[in-house]
């Protein structure tokens, strides 16, 4: 067998699979990285190199940005290009084009004139007005819970609930704290400082629960204590001469 062949076909088939996975993902990476700069919108670049380009007295460091910028701007558009050559109906989604002083101005009322959304659930999950509830029945479903699968709807607002629910919203916006700090924050303070004024007793700390307390007794008291014990009888020893010995009788 040569050399240069591998010895195991296996082997070597499953390198050329790797190699070819390994060149698939890079070009998956490269294409999901130029998509990306086809769709970045290029305005703030653009706005930013403008204001730089007419400051007269360039900082290093503004003139360094100001080519990274024409730089980045070279790449994104070199890209646009190409994604455009290769599907012209798409250059409308690829060109932006740029938003006129009158519709920022528009998009602003949009967002400010949008509907509030309505406070309907509770700290408990339950409908603060169950009778709003489409699924509401004074006796089958008194909660107006919505049934398991099904989202939770309310009816329109009938005028007089309306003007309940303005009522509500101004009553909460109108409500007045007091001056001061809040109440936990002062019963704290005033718990520290009774504790600092609580007077310590004299001598030492009593010991702490499940601790042995060291023993105080001195030496002279131990030598009295000892000497006015009761003093035990003296023990007898034992010696064969005490001892019983038996008597043998000789039965012939």
Do not use: C, W
């Amino acid at each position: 067998m040569a050399k240069g062949k591998a010895a195991n076909p296996a082997d070597a088939f499953r390198k050329a699979q790797r190699k070819k996975e390994l060149k698939k993902h890079k070009a998956e990476r490269v294409k999901t990285r130029d998509f990306a700069l086809v769709k970045k919108d290029t305005h703030d670049l653009e706005d930013e190199m403008e204001k730089l380009s007419s400051d007269p007295a360039l900082k290093p460091a503004d003139e360094k940005r100001l080519k990274d910028l024409q730089a980045e701007l070279e790449s994104i558009n070199k890209k646009k290009e190409e994604y455009v050559a290769e599907h012209p109906e798409q250059r409308k989604l690829v060109y932006r084009p740029r938003r006129t002083a009158r519709e920022r101005e528009e998009e602003e009322k949009e967002v400010d004139t949008a509907p509030k959304t309505r406070k309907l659930f509770d700290k408990r999950g339950m409908p603060l007005h169950p009778e709003r509830s489409i699924y509401y029945d004074p006796v089958m479903n008194p909660y107006g819970v919505a049934p398991p699968g099904m989202p939770y709807m309310e009816r329109p607002l009938r005028p007089n609930e309306m003007e309940v629910e303005e009522e509500e919203e101004a009553s909460d916006a109108d409500i007045a704290m007091p001056e001061g700090p809040p109440p936990d924050a002062q019963k704290e303070e005033e718990e520290e400082s009774s504790d600092y004024d609580i007077p310590m007793p004299e001598g030492p700390p009593p010991p702490k629960p499940g601790s042995q307390r060291p023993a105080a007794t001195s030496t002279p008291n131990r030598i009295a204590t000892a000497a006015n014990r009761p003093t035990a009888p003296p023990t007898r020893l034992s010696t064969t001469s005490d001892r019983a010995t038996p008597v043998r009788s000789a039965i012939r």
